[in-house]
């Protein structure tokens, strides 16, 4: 089973920046969606942003503009750059593959915007 790992998190101020990175076991390559989900302290996790294995994308209203999903199935990697971070964005940040049977979560990475 493919397993992702999360990293990249880390206290950055409003109006920051940061690169989230999952690296996953094995091939990305068949796994039609992987995304970035996340999840604030006392609130139920959501979707951040989705990228299809043909590089579709879809991202949360709150994130349009400022966040980017990228993949490179050759690498077995999925980014995520944030930009313009605001304290809203503060949250548990979670890699997720949606397999044809089941989905796969990484571990989180912690991202906390504050001054």
């Known amino acids: 089973q493919v397993r992702l790992v999360e990293s990249g998190g880390g206290l950055v101020q409003p109006g920051g920046s940061l690169r989230l990175s999952c690296a996953a076991s094995e091939s990305i390559r068949r796994i039609d969606a992987m995304g970035w989900y996340r999840q604030a302290h006392e609130k139920q996790r959501e979707l951040v942003a989705q990228i299809t294995s043909g590089s579709s994308t879809n991202y949360a209203d709150s994130v349009k503009g400022r966040f980017t999903i990228s993949r490179d199935n050759g690498k077995n990697m999925v980014w995520l750059r944030m930009n313009s971070l605001k304290p809203d964005d503060t949250a548990v940040y979670y890699c997720?593959?949606?397999?044809?049977?089941?989905?796969?979560w990484g571990q989180g990475t912690l991202v906390t915007v504050s001054s």
């Open positions: 997720n593959a949606k397999l044809v049977d089941r989905e796969v």
